[in-house]
């Protein structure tokens, strides 16, 4: 079993900034590959961003890119979401999910409420 803790959600005007973290404890084996997915009201999860356990490769959907760095730091370990620039369409309850493939993710947080005011 993985356990993952998001924290670091809030509220924040249009072209602010917040970073967003997640823990993991647990069977580590399972955080090879971390990412981060967001869910607005009456909408479907959406991909955000991951990354390996290299940190190599991040990956970023279109909305993140050049707004958005994902990292971790495999001592915690932690995967991080720095998002600058933040929009009111990037609003949502923001999710941590690890795993062993890109293509599945096995464990997820909570969530973490970003609210981005106009």
């Known amino acids: 079993q993985v356990q993952l803790a998001e924290s670091g959600g809030g509220l924040v005007q249009t072209g602010g900034s917040l970073r967003l973290s997640c823990a993991a404890s647990g069977r580590t084996l399972y955080t090879y590959v971390m990412a981060w997915f967001r869910q607005a009201p009456g909408q479907e999860r959406e991909f955000v961003a991951r990354i390996n356990w290299s940190g190599g490769s991040p990956y970023y959907a279109e909305s993140a890119k050049g707004r958005f760095t994902i990292s971790r730091d495999n001592a915690k370990p932690t995967v991080y979401l720095q998002m600058n620039g933040l929009k009111p369409e990037d609003t949502a309850v923001y999710y941590c999910?690890?795993?062993?493939?890109?293509?599945?993710?096995?464990?997820w947080g909570q969530g973490t409420q970003v609210t981005v005011s106009s």
């Open positions: 999910a690890s795993g062993l493939s890109a293509f599945r993710y096995d464990y």
